[in-house]
């Protein structure tokens, strides 16, 4: 696409910029500031709060020649209206002559900042926003140095307004700008809060119920230009320029939003360095500048006064403190006996320099290096992943997204939020569930299939198959076919690991039968339920459907990260049969009750390392508390593996997660050329947001620790689809009456890193299953049911759910329930 | 005049009665566009008849039809019968007692468009009314009137009223068009207009009622007759609302271009005895404050005359006659406070502006205000001037303006104790 450039003049400096360019943007991107409050450059420009009046003229047309009017000297006449305008509101035009600094303009900006002033309550010393605020800067900088409104003249309005428990109004603080509103009904569809009344009453009120009920709440706080909306989690926490930031990765998701951890010392907390708060940090390819709300409220597990704090080692049957010496030398000496009758259990909360080191130390010892995930399929993401270069945020007309199985807005959010915008530029979207979800509204075809019928509907696009096929497959399968670009998305609403498997691999298949292997923008993601599974894929841990078998059969058991026997009763039974288990954790879960050693870890804001995201790229994150900080003896969990690695000869690094790097780039060639050094690099990104900018973007931290880098392509040919079709089980029905139940995934679910978050507490799913009315009541379902897994039986409550398909029941994940079957 | 041709009830006993109306001709019109006129004939005869808006801003309306483009459909027609303007009071005559003229007027309208549905939007208060209209509908529909297929044609029309909820603001044609799609009554931001993107985004053309009362009469007349009342730049006939110090206050219909001096003398009756005419509104409380001199009142109430003379908007001309027995800064305190309560708030200015001129106005109005405070004032309506969104904010500041500078004394008295 040839993108029409417009030349125009702004403060005498000749500019050209694509057309349909906002005059304040082409002034911001030739480093002229146009103050604003209302414009933010994600959302549309509404023109309410006047602060950005410039002079524009226009050159005169002679409408005969439909060419410019020339003065003497031969430039064209300018012709300037009598009146400011809007630079928020205004395209520019060819020949435009814009003027920033006029006395009128000065003096304009002064008047509408005066006006703003009379109203609002100037307590900056106590404000939450003092210290990085717009409305504070831009005082400063064009405001008058006095006002002459009395003050005792003033208004004044309520100051501790719950919009719901998450976030909090002061009434005398909002200037009425409207961009947290827009945000919430252009940008992310939650239109729960809005304005009412009129005039000086206009307030910002929640329609919803709970209060503000949108999981990007916290966003808004980011963009007010003041202190009017503040999160319950750092309302008169500290003062900005009180705390340091550290760049980090959310690693609650698949996306891996870059943000940031805002510490200081703090005597409440005897001396030492707390989070204040989670920021997003700008990252134009992942997550913008937003942040979903678990990604910026469900920290608070680091500081969990729950979190392991020494070696434990079973005695007499009991886990009791002991030294890491102990510790060490009494797992070297089972991994010695064990020899290669052993097995490395991983999870996704992992960084690459952990999975690393684990995975070398298990293959010194030919053990089995496996992989803790519902889903499965990340062997073919690592092939079929759109390759480097590829961005959401760059999807538009000619793209086609296909989502399968997934509730994006639950299992990924920030992707859910930019295909969202990727369809309002253009891109078509298909979305294939088995239930509604808040995607279908945006896709060109939403096709339904009952759970179970995930990898035949996918099967059905396939243009081997395509003919015959119901009309809406048929068009969907077009759609996609003559896609200039393809993006297939999976997730695991309703799947177990060998149907995730099985549905990973006709979706690769389609990608390759439709030609959209190798293509920037084109390409296999999984919406997987931890920041680093994929990272656990390219570092070759695999998933296996007979992980219990395989744990109860081995000599040692070494579970990092995961914690199977508190998930799954099975995997529980297991578990407590192996030969000898060791855990290394943040906190005693089921699985490390269980263990004969249990080593305590560090959580990521303690230490160095790297995640590779959904999207294959691979991002740092830096320590943002002291070492020795929350809890003095844990370590990192790549050290674990490395000091054990030692006693037994095996040579790993223990002390630096930078050269750990440095053993994967060399080992596995699609990390080859990363160092931290390139994952710290950064480029200029729009638009610009914090620092002197926090005006024009927000609060969102500028990105100077690093964007990370894409993994490089591992592909090839039609080879990539082996292994050959997955097998899946039947499951035995237990009873004539008995309702299939099938696993979905939610963003508030119980898990150890979020319950910690007690503001999180009222979001978070209930343990229940969810059935539909009419299938309720046809199977007599009552308040609770029995929920029946490998032919043992406990109580669970029955939510009734119109969104719910028939002859069904949904469990939510890491919810401490698990099930196949419900029965009254 | 002898004979009306808005408002006919004058002349016509019952004419809110549909079977009078159509025995003295009415619906005819409708008739015969539909059967016989292409919808482009209606439009030309209607911009042929130089008929201006009469909401306030006197825009020429055959050509706001006109500009609706043919490639996007459906197009809205949509009455404006907010009436709101303090001081004017002429559509809900019309709508009380002549409402088939209006409503055939809305239905030639929506024809000459190709609109196949139309609404009124009425202020809160005239909920009686919008009953009755919705009677009228009814009746027209069951007259074979309104609904599918008129005539025999392919033209189908429906008609459905809404009421606001108090807000003067959706009166302004975007506000009300917020109001109507459900939304909070704020403006809109301008382009695109509603021509393009009006009602539901969709193409929309909004006229005042007394302008729709218009068309029926000149359709069926033809511009030609039409242009034999009023001026060669504002024809027609429009009612001027006469308010204030006047001896009969009330709905005056008269050709364009009639003078201020006949409109108060010879139909008001006067001011009452012994007093002067001190100032003149004509826009109601949007209005620049006009003194009253002999030049004044030999001005002819068109919508050049009355600006290029005396430097005010005629608007929805709603005379409001002010007369020596006013002292003006109370006016004005009066107008603020209106527009203050009125602001929608969407804007810096007018939100923050009204709200401070008016804490401001309350200081002089009661005696407690320093000498400064009247240049205070006309600093902070300056401050407004010409940085609003729409034109609320821009009326909240014509009566200040001029009144401090027509009538500094009666300031000053007021400051002075
Ligand atoms: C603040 C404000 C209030 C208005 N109120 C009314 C009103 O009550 N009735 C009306 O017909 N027009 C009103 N208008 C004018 C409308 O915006 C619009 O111009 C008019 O309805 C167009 O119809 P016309 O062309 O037939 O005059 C108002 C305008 C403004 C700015
Ligand atoms: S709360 Fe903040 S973002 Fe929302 S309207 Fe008020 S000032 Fe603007
Ligand atoms: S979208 Fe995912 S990665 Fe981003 S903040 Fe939310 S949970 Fe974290
Ligand atoms: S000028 Fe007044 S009424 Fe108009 S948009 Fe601004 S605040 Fe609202
Ligand atoms: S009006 Fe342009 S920034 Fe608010």
Redesign the interface.
């Known amino acids: 696409m040839v993108v029409k450039m417009v030349s125009l003049t702004i403060d005498g400096r000749a500019v050209a910029v694509p057309a349909g360019t906002l005059v304040v943007d082409a002034a911001k991107k030739a480093g002229i500031d146009i103050p604003v409050f209302c414009y933010h450059p994600k959302l549309d420009?509404?023109?309410?709060?006047?602060?950005c009046?410039v002079e524009i003229g226009r050159p005169l047309i002679d409408r005969a020649t439909n060419q410019f009017i020339l003065d003497a000297d031969g430039k064209p006449k300018i012709s300037f209206g009598?009146?400011?305008e809007t630079a928020c509101?205004t395209p520019v035009s060819e020949g435009m002559v814009v003027v920033t600094d006029s006395d009128k303009v000065v003096a304009?900006r002064k008047?509408?900042l005066?006006?703003?002033l009379?109203?609002h309550p100037l307590d900056c010393p106590i404000c939450d926003k003092g210290g990085e605020c717009p409305l504070q800067n831009l005082t400063m900088r064009y405001g008058p140095p006095v006002s002459?409104?009395?003050f005792d003249?003033k208004?004044h309005l309520a100051k501790h307004v719950p919009l719901g428990e998450l976030i909090y109004l002061d009434r005398e603080r909002c200037?009425?700008c409207g961009r947290c509103v827009r945000f919430q009904s252009e940008l992310v569809d939650d239109p729960v809060i809005?304005?009412?009344?009129?005039?000086?009453?206009?307030q910002i009120v929640t329609f919803s119920n709970p209060g503000f009920d949108s999981i990007w709440s916290g966003n808004t706080t980011d963009i007010c230009p003041v202190g009017a909306l503040t999160t319950a989690d750092f309302r008169f926490g500290a003062r900005p320029w009180e705390m340091n930031a550290s760049a980090s990765i959310c690693n609650h998701c698949a996306v891996g939003c870059n943000l940031t951890y805002n510490v200081r010392r703090e005597a409440k907390a005897g001396g030492k360095t707390v989070i204040k708060r989670v920021m997003p940090r700008q990252n134009e390819m992942v997550n913008e500048i937003w942040l979903c709300d678990k990604g910026r409220l469900a920290y608070h597990y680091m500081e969990s006064d729950q979190r392991l704090e020494q070696p434990l080692v079973r005695k007499g049957g009991e886990l009791v403190p002991a030294g890491w010496d102990e510790a060490l030398n009494l797992v070297t000496e089972k991994l010695r006996s064990a020899g290669n009758r052993m097995v490395m259990l991983v999870g996704g909360r992992l960084s690459n320099e952990d999975l690393f080191n684990l995975g070398e130390l298990t293959e010194a010892q030919g053990g089995q290096k496996l992989l803790y995930s519902y889903m499965g399929g990340g062997d073919l993401v690592s092939r079929f992943a759109p390759p480097k270069g590829s961005n959401l945020g760059e999807l538009g007309a000619g793209s086609v997204v296909l989502v399968v199985a997934c509730d994006l807005h639950q299992e990924a959010p920030l992707w859910w939020l930019r295909l969202k915008q990727a369809v309002k530029r253009g891109a078509k979207l298909i979305v294939a569930s088995a239930r509604p979800t808040r995607l279908d509204k945006f896709a060109t075809h939403v096709v339904r299939y009952a759970y179970g019928e995930e990898t035949r509907t996918v099967a059905a696009f396939l243009p081997v198959n395509v003919a015959g096929a119901p009309q809406v497959i048929q068009s969907a399968a077009k759609t996609l076919t003559e896609a200039e670009d393809l993006i297939v998305i999976y997730g695991s609403d309703g799947l177990y690991l060998e149907e995730s498997t099985a549905l990973a691999r006709t979706c690769a298949e389609l990608l390759l039968k439709t030609n959209h292997t190798g293509k920037v923008n084109s390409g296999l993601l999984a919406a997987w339920q931890n920041g680093n599974l994929q990272g656990g894929w390219e570092l070759g841990f695999r998933t296996v459907p007979d992980l219990a078998e395989r744990l109860e059969k081995a000599a040692l058991v070494w579970v990092a990260a995961a914690d199977p026997a508190g998930d799954d009763p099975a995997l529980a039974k297991a578990v407590r049969r192996t030969g000898f288990l060791v855990v290394q954790e943040l906190f005693l879960t089921e699985t490390a009750r269980m263990a004969d050693v249990v080593f305590p870890v560090l959580v990521n804001a303690e230490r160095e390392g790297s995640y590779t995201s959904g999207e294959r790229r691979v991002q740092r994150f830096y320590p943002a508390l002291p070492p020795k900080g929350i809890v003095p003896e844990a370590r990192p969990d790549f050290a674990i593996p490395a000091l054990v690695g030692e006693k037994l000869g095996i040579e790993l690094e223990d002390h630096s997660a930078a050269l750990v790097m440095e053993h994967i780039a060399a080992k596995f060639a699609a990390f080859a050329g990363i160092n931290y050094q390139r994952l710290a690099e950064v480029a200029e990104q729009w638009p610009p947001v914090g620092g002197s900018d926090l005006y024009y973007g927000g609060t969102s931290y500028l990105n100077r620790q690093g964007l990370g880098v894409t993994l490089s392509d591992v592909l090839q040919g039609e080879s990539l689809l082996n292994p050959a079709p997955i097998q899946t089980t039947q499951r035995q029905k237990p009873s004539a009456d008995a309702l299939p139940v099938y696993p979905i995934q939610l963003l508030y679910d119980r898990g150890t890193t979020i319950l910690p978050s007690a503001l999180l507490h009222e979001r978070l799913v209930q343990p229940a299953v969810w059935v539909h009315p009419t299938t309720a009541a046809e199977h007599k379902l009552q308040s609770k049911a029995r929920l029946i897994y490998e032919g043992e039986a406990v109580e669970v409550a029955v939510l009734l759910s119109e969104q719910t398909p028939p002859k069904v029941a949904l469990l939510p994940r890491s919810v401490g329930l698990l099930g196949y079957w419900l029965e009254a | 005049m002898k004979e009306h041709i808005l408002l006919r009830h004058r002349d016509i006993p019952d004419l809110h009665r549909l079977e009078v109306y159509q025995k003295h001709g009415g619906f005819e019109t409708f008739r015969r566009a539909v059967t016989t006129l292409k919808p482009e004939e209606v439009l030309n005869e209607v911009k042929a008849s130089g008929l201006r808006g009469r909401g306030g801003a006197g825009f020429p309306t055959g050509v706001k039809w006109s500009f609706l483009p043919n490639n996007l459909w459906p197009h809205y027609v949509v009455a404006n019968a907010d009436e709101s303007e303090p001081g004017t009071f002429k559509d809900r005559e019309i709508l009380e007692s002549n409402p088939y003229q209006f409503l055939e007027g809305l239905m030639l309208a929506s024809y000459a468009v190709q609109a196949n549905l139309s609404y009124v939007y009425l202020r809160g208060e005239f909920w009686q009314i919008a009953r009755h209209l919705d009677a009228c509908i009814a009746e027209l529909e069951a007259a074979g009137l309104l609904g599918e297929h008129l005539f025999g044609t392919d033209y189908s029309l429906r008609i459905y009223t809404h009421l606001g909820a108090g807000?003067y603001?959706c009166g302004e044609e975007t506000a009300l068009l917020e109001s109507l799609e459900g939304k909070?009554?704020?403006p809109r931001?301008r382009p695109p207009f509603p021509a393009v993107y009006g009602l539901f985004g969709k193409p929309t053309v909004i006229n005042n009622v007394e302008t729709l009362a218009n068309v029926p009469p000149i359709v069926e007349r033809g511009a030609s007759w039409y242009r034999t009342y009023g001026t060669e730049k504002s024809p027609g006939v429009k009612i001027f609302c006469l308010s204030g110090c006047v001896n009969h206050p009330g709905n005056y219909e008269l050709p364009l271009g009639t003078t201020f001096r006949e409109l108060i003398f010879e139909y008001g009756g006067g001011v009452p005895a012994g007093r002067k005419v001190k100032a003149i509104m004509a826009a109601g409380a949007s209005s620049s404050l006009i003194a009253a001199d002999e030049n004044a009142l030999d001005t002819p109430m068109d919508y050049e005359s009355v600006q290029e003379k005396l430097g005010a908007p005629l608007g929805s001309a709603s005379v409001i006659v002010i007369d020596d027995s006013v002292n003006i800064a109370w006016l004005v305190s009066k107008t603020i406070e209106f527009f203050?309560?009125?602001?929608?708030?969407?804007?810096?200015?007018c939100?923050?502006?009204?709200?401070?001129m008016n804490?401001i106005a309350q200081r002089i109005e009661h005696g407690k205000s320093a000498p400064e405070d009247v240049q205070?004032l006309e600093?902070v309506a300056s401050?407004i001037q010409?940085?609003?969104?729409c034109a609320l904010g821009e009326f909240s500041i014509m009566a200040v303006l001029s009144g401090i500078q027509k009538f500094r004394t009666d300031f000053e008295a007021k400051v002075n104790g």
């Open positions: 420009p509404v023109g309410m709060c006047r602060q009046l009598p009146k400011l509101t304009a008047d509408v005066e006006f703003i009379t109203s002459r409104f009395l003249e208004m200037i009425q809005g304005f009412s009344q009129r005039g000086r009453a206009l | 807000a603001i909070l009554g704020q931001l203050k309560h009125e602001s929608c708030g969407k804007c810096t200015p939100r923050e502006g009204t709200f401070w804490r205070l600093a401050q010409n940085k609003c969104l």
